[in-house]
């Protein structure tokens, strides 16, 4: 990368101090920790108030099963973070763009709403999936890697280029005329799916007999596309309220909650 301050852009995940970590020590750094999960709920009209209202609406419906205060008070402060409100300040003229990304649909997506948001900026790009290779056992997605590893990959970011980064940000705008609440990534796509794409899936890792459903989410989230626990909790529930399974509801813990098929 050419000599300027870079802006780390990475998904606020548990771990996301690991990218912290592994620039350590390289250069002028700072961290934008880019809050939203762009795979769930609605895309339309982010930049306004009434956008952003009808996008945590969405969150608030799908993050139903988890009542705890802590959680409902949490959600609450992160309304003020709805849609695109941590991209809304460009990086500085002598600042560059990293974006740290791989398979995951959350991170694709913020890629894509990085190149619609700093037309201006200089990003460069890095792949976990470069490390792919070497790193068999990890799946494709940042959170997977470890900081030492996650280091390896600075001196191999790449230069977007801006007819590259053009053509991400129109896939961006395009998303946000459509109507979908469920995004996937695929064949280096993203791509709108229906609400009840994992359902499927979720009665198949559902037995006859009661099962832990934090387990059930688990094993669907082993598959080829990730998804959030409440999001596939939020399912689980509608599928009881169809008939489709039984769930005996752990008041202290969404995660501890029993589900069985029917």
């Known amino acids: 990368m050419q000599e300027k ?6 998904l606020d995940f548990n771990n996301a101090e690991n990218v912290v970590e592994a620039v350590e020590g390289l250069g002028t750094n700072r961290f934008l920790r880019f809050t939203e999960k762009l795979s769930c709920g609605p895309l339309r009209a982010l930049d306004t108030a009434e956008g952003r209202q009808q996008r945590f609406a969405h969150l608030l419906q799908t993050t139903s099963t988890d009542e705890r205060p802590e959680i409902r008070q949490y959600l609450l402060q992160y309304q003020d973070r709805m849609g695109l409100v941590d991209l809304f300040s460009a990086p500085a003229p002598d600042e560059s763009a990293l974006v740290w990304f791989g398979d995951m649909a959350d991170e694709q997506l913020m890629l894509r709403a990085v190149c619609a948001s700093w037309p201006d900026t200089d990003i460069y790009l890095a792949d976990v999936r470069r490390l792919a290779p070497h790193y068999e056992a990890f799946k494709n997605y940042v959170p997977c890697f470890p900081a030492e590893v996650l280091r390896e990959l600075v001196p191999l970011a790449m230069p977007l280029t801006k007819a590259h980064q053009q053509s991400l940000a129109q896939e961006w705008h ?7 609440l469920l995004r996937i990534y695929e064949d280096d796509r993203i791509l709108g799916v229906a609400e009840d794409f994992y359902d499927d899936d979720l009665l198949s890792a559902c037995k006859p007999y009661f099962q832990n459903q934090a387990r059930i989410a688990g094993e ?6 990730q998804v959030g626990d409440l999001y596939l909790f939020y399912r689980l529930k509608l599928m009881a309220d169809q008939g489709r399974v039984e769930i005996e509801t752990n008041p202290d813990s969404t995660w501890h909650s029993l589900v069985r098929r029917l």
């Not at 301050?5 to 990475?10: D, E, M, N, Q, W």
């Open 174 to 180: 395009t998303l946000t005329t459509q109507d979908h």
């Open 5 to 10: 301050k870079v802006v780390h852009v990475c």
């Open 220 to 225: 669907v989230q082993q598959g080829k596309h």
